[in-house]
């Protein structure tokens, strides 16, 4: 039986695995829904659909950036099961708020003044539901799992976070925007009910005082976390590569419906291919790197990525849009003489941001003490929403100012050049620190 196997079978992992996987499974399927029906239905133009995609992302990463420093001292000083349920319950009532706006904005009743300020609520309640459950996912892992666990663990949350941000996706784009607001409170309270399964996770020591003033806190953290220049680089890694992950989020759905003269289906679809490459590379990664953990495979597979973005770019630059016969379905859009060739070049951005990113997060949580795992990923997360709000301003600026949607794109390939610079110098930092321990 294989680690990977062993893991999902174990009560040790599975509550958790499965407490994540309907938490992205519901961040998914509420936010695509929210963004296709307001990009499909309410408005108009290229510029506001750009813009209002990427104020959506920046919503629901902002929490990120405020309360992590506090997310991640309570997950090292209080037990992390009890702060999973609590933070599943309130999922509840932040998917009913949604689930009101998402039906307004289904009735066509106050879709500006109510329906949308509701669902952004929603949204940025999501954030911060995520923010306090992001750290722990990740460093109740070594709690939990043995030392060669740990890799196979990470892969598999990294993993089953895509195959839920897939099936969330697929069902935002392909059922109405009603029984989409049924469904996010009925997989928040499924989520509750699982989380109550998760073993107890107590804390290493005594718990200390929480620093309330997040400015102070989030400063504090990040330049404790930067002493060991491996999970420094690490963390400004994984930075760069979720503020691309961002940029293109943002990008697919105004570039299915503009450039690609596409229905929402086809948004979706992209989104799905997107998030299958990366559960792909996720898997690959571990079996390639055989539970060790190691950046070696990083900066190759974050140069290939560039690669396909560019390959991506050209695609879209050569594609024949169909306007005089409305937006095509996802049967049309297929035939396509350029599809299959769109649908590899997103493939491959996936599947090698995905052997490029998880053993960066495998770093986080296996060279530092367990006692300061969580504020580790915190740290972590504070870097990555500040580089993720950025490049969502980013691309809200460049939409504002008339910037083609595909032209953006190449913005995305140059912050991959960027990663695989920091990831060689993790590299370089990973052989010293072997060099020294042999000697």
């Given at each position: 039986?294989?680690?990977?196997?062993?893991?999902?079978?174990?009560?040790?992992?599975?509550?958790?695995?499965?407490?994540?996987?309907?938490?992205?499974?519901?961040?998914?399927?509420?936010?695509?829904?929210?963004?296709?029906?307001?990009?499909?239905?309410?408005?108009?133009?290229?510029?506001?659909?750009?813009?209002?995609?990427?104020?959506?992302?920046?919503?629901?990463?902002?929490?990120?950036?405020?309360?992590?420093?506090?997310?991640?001292?309570?997950?090292?000083?209080?037990?992390?099961?009890?702060?999973?349920?609590?933070?599943?319950?309130?999922?509840?009532?932040?998917?009913?708020?949604?689930?009101?706006?998402?039906?307004?904005?289904?009735?066509?009743?106050?879709?500006?003044?109510?329906?949308?300020?509701l669902m952004m609520l929603a949204l940025l309640g999501m954030g911060i539901h995520s923010t306090f459950f992001g750290p722990i996912k990740y460093a109740i892992l070594p709690q939990h799992l043995h030392q060669n666990e740990v890799l196979a663990g990470t892969g598999l949350v990294e993993a089953g976070t895509y195959i839920a941000i897939l099936a969330g996706t697929i069902?935002?784009?392909?059922?109405?925007?009603?029984?989409?607001?049924?469904?996010?409170?009925?997989?928040?309270?499924?989520?509750?009910?699982?989380?109550?399964?998760?073993?107890?996770?107590?804390?290493?020591?005594?718990?200390?005082?929480?620093?309330?003033?997040?400015?102070?806190?989030?400063?504090?953290?990040?330049?404790?976390?930067?002493?060991?220049?491996?999970?420094?680089?690490?963390?400004?890694?994984?930075?760069?590569?979720?503020?691309?992950?961002?940029?293109?989020?943002?990008?697919?759905?105004?570039?299915?419906?503009?450039?690609?003269?596409?229905?929402?289906?086809?948004?979706?679809?992209?989104?799905?291919?997107?998030?299958?490459?990366?559960?792909?590379?996720?898997?690959?990664?571990?079996?390639?790197?055989?539970?060790?953990?190691?950046?070696?495979?990083?900066?190759?597979?974050?140069?290939?990525?560039?690669?396909?973005?560019?390959?991506?770019?050209?695609?879209?630059?050569?594609?024949?849009?169909?306007?005089?016969?409305?937006?095509?379905?996802?049967?049309?859009?297929?035939?396509?003489?350029?599809?299959?060739?769109?649908?590899?070049?997103?493939?491959?951005?996936?599947?090698?941001?995905?052997?490029?990113?998880?053993?960066?997060?495998?770093?986080?949580?296996?060279?530092?003490?367990?006692?300061?795992?969580?504020?580790?990923?915190?740290?972590?997360?504070?870097?990555?929403?500040?580089?993720?709000?950025?490049?969502?301003?980013?691309?809200?600026?460049?939409?504002?100012?008339?910037?083609?949607?595909?032209?953006?794109?190449?913005?995305?390939?140059?912050?991959?050049?960027?990663?695989?610079?920091?990831?060689?110098?993790?590299?370089?930092?990973?052989?010293?620190?072997?060099?020294?321990?042999?000697?």
């Open positions: 039986m294989t680690t990977q196997t062993h893991l999902i079978h174990s009560r040790r992992f599975l509550p958790l695995f499965v407490t994540q996987l309907l938490g992205a499974f519901n961040d998914n399927l509420f936010k695509n829904a929210m963004v296709l029906f307001v990009v499909y239905s309410v408005y108009q133009s290229e510029k506001a659909e750009g813009l209002f995609s990427a104020v959506a992302s920046g919503v629901f990463i902002l929490p990120f950036f405020i309360l992590s420093a506090i997310a991640g001292q309570l997950a090292d000083m209080r037990d992390k099961a009890r702060i999973i349920r609590v933070v599943k319950a309130a999922e509840i009532g932040i998917m009913a708020v949604g689930a009101i706006g998402l039906l307004l904005a289904w009735k066509g009743m106050l879709i500006t003044g109510v329906a949308i300020p069902v935002a784009g392909w059922i109405p925007v009603e029984w989409a607001a049924l469904g996010v409170v009925l997989t928040a309270i499924a989520g509750y009910v699982v989380s109550r399964q998760v073993p107890p996770a107590p804390p290493f020591h005594e718990p200390e005082p929480l620093d309330y003033h997040f400015i102070r806190a989030s400063i504090d953290l990040v330049r404790n976390t930067s002493h060991d220049r491996r999970v420094f680089l690490a963390i400004m890694a994984i930075s760069f590569f979720w503020t691309i992950g961002a940029v293109l989020f943002v990008q697919f759905p105004p570039l299915a419906k503009n450039v690609l003269t596409a229905s929402k289906e086809v948004a979706s679809l992209f989104l799905v291919i997107f998030s299958i490459g990366v559960a792909i590379g996720s898997m690959s990664v571990n079996a390639l790197l055989k539970g060790t953990v190691s950046a070696r495979f990083s900066p190759p597979s974050v140069i290939l990525m560039a690669v396909f973005v560019v390959a991506f770019f050209f695609v879209c630059r050569q594609w024949v849009p169909h306007p005089e016969n409305g937006l095509m379905d996802t049967a049309t859009f297929v035939s396509q003489p350029l599809a299959p060739a769109l649908m590899v070049c997103l493939l491959g951005i996936a599947v090698s941001g995905g052997m490029f990113v998880v053993p960066l997060y495998a770093f986080l949580t296996t060279f530092v003490d367990k006692a300061q795992t969580s504020r580790t990923i915190a740290a972590n997360n504070i870097v990555n929403s500040g580089a993720m709000v950025l490049g969502s301003l980013l691309a809200s600026g460049l939409s504002a100012g008339g910037v083609p949607v595909v032209q953006q794109l190449l913005l995305s390939a140059a912050m991959c050049l960027v990663s695989a610079w920091i990831a060689a110098q993790l590299v370089k930092a990973e052989r010293a620190a072997s060099a020294a321990q042999a000697k």
